[in-house]
């Protein structure tokens, strides 16, 4: 896991970095050339929904993600240690749907032709990219419902 972690841990982080740098470099030029890069909000859209199905791996991985505990201290141990695994494969389903739906919509995409209105980048890569991410998270959850409860998050996955 730790492999993984650090490639997608790096990739959020380039893509943090290409969105800071395109924004600094776009307020650059409104302000003292006056003109705006062309295309910079596409361009900026692009990286912040790669960035979000990147991240959400990680987030899974490291127990970031919002967490339900109101009945945890009233539920016996076996009891807590059942809702984990049934949450997280809930969460497999759930993702592995949605990885699939984005998938069957990444290819009428395709088919579509359909790109971004200013500089004309197909957008049906995008949801590819979109659908691995969401099975990578799916993975992620699979896993962790084979790990103890909470140990997966303190060791740092």
Same mark, same amino acid.
């Given at each position: 896991?730790?492999? +993984? #972690?650090?490639?997608?841990?790096?990739?959020?982080?380039?893509?943090?970095?290409?969105?800071?740098?395109?924004?600094?470099?776009?307020?650059?030029? #409104?302000?003292?050339?006056?003109?705006?890069?062309?295309?910079?909000?596409?361009?900026?859209?692009?990286?912040?929904?790669?960035?979000?199905?990147?991240?959400?791996?990680?987030?899974?991985?490291?127990?970031?993600?919002?967490?339900?505990?109101?009945?945890?201290?009233?539920?016996?141990?076996?009891? +807590?240690?059942? =809702?984990?695994r049934l949450a997280?494969?809930?969460?497999?389903?759930? +993702? $592995?749907?949605? $990885?699939?739906?984005?998938?069957?919509?990444?290819? #009428?995409?395709l088919e579509q032709?359909?790109?971004?209105?200013s500089l004309h980048?197909?957008?049906?890569?995008?949801?590819?990219?979109?659908?691995?991410?969401?099975?990578?998270?799916?993975? $992620?959850?699979?896993?962790?419902?084979? =790990?103890?409860?909470?140990?997966? =998050?303190? =060791?740092?996955?």
């Amino acid at each position: 896991m730790k492999p +993984l #972690r650090t490639t997608l841990g790096a990739v959020a982080a380039l893509m943090l970095f290409a969105m800071m740098v395109l924004t600094f470099c776009d307020v650059v030029g #409104r302000k003292a050339f006056g003109s705006s890069i062309p295309g910079v909000v596409e361009v900026t859209e692009l990286l912040m929904l790669l960035l979000i199905f990147v991240a959400m791996p990680l987030t899974s991985l490291h127990g970031e993600h919002i967490l339900f505990d109101l009945l945890d201290k009233f539920l016996p141990e076996s009891a +807590l240690d059942w =809702q984990h695994r049934l949450a997280n494969f809930l969460c497999v389903g759930l +993702l $592995a749907a949605s $990885a699939w739906l984005v998938w069957v919509r990444a290819g #009428r995409t395709l088919e579509q032709g359909d790109t971004t209105s200013s500089l004309h980048l197909p957008l049906g890569p995008f949801y590819y990219l979109t659908a691995l991410m969401l099975l990578a998270c799916a993975a $992620a959850h699979g896993w962790l419902a084979f =790990q103890p409860r909470g140990e997966s =998050q303190e =060791q740092g996955a």
